[in-house]
């Protein structure tokens, strides 16, 4: 006779979803924020690729006003690739927006948009 009883969780999914759930560690905070660095750095550029990176970033700080098509990662070199993950992974389990991690905060990330005349939309 079936009963409304849920499912239990079974011990590996549980175990999966503790260390999802868990604070970063200082040390991977340290390596993300440096990714960030890297990558801001990097998307004050001048070519493709950069300017790929810049809307990768302007889309974590404001996902309404800049789109980023995650197929454009396959333009970039696997260093920019491994970067962005690890920005990626920062902000989603961090649950911080990057302006907070770059030095000037908004205003660099507004000056970036400007800089690559990405106004209303982030399309390449």
């Known amino acids: ?39 801001f750095e990097f998307a004050q550029g ?5 300017q790929k990176v810049a809307c990768f970033l302007l889309s974590l700080y404001d996902s309404s006003r800049f789109t980023f098509d995650m197929t454009d990662l396959r333009a970039l070199d696997k260093p920019v690739i491994q970067d962005c993950i690890a920005v990626l992974y920062m902000n989603s389990v961090r649950h911080n927006n990057v302006e907070k991690d770059i030095d000037g905060g908004e205003e660099a990330l507004e000056l970036l948009a400007a800089r690559w005349n990405l106004g209303v939309q982030c399309e390449l």
Do not use: N, Y
């Open 1 to 39: 006779m079936p009963t409304d009883h849920p499912r239990l969780i079974d011990a590996e999914l549980l175990a999966q979803l503790r260390e999802a759930m868990k604070p970063m560690s200082p040390e991977e905070v340290a390596r993300g924020k440096a990714a960030l660095q890297r990558l």
């Open 46 to 50: 001048f070519s493709g690729q950069p």
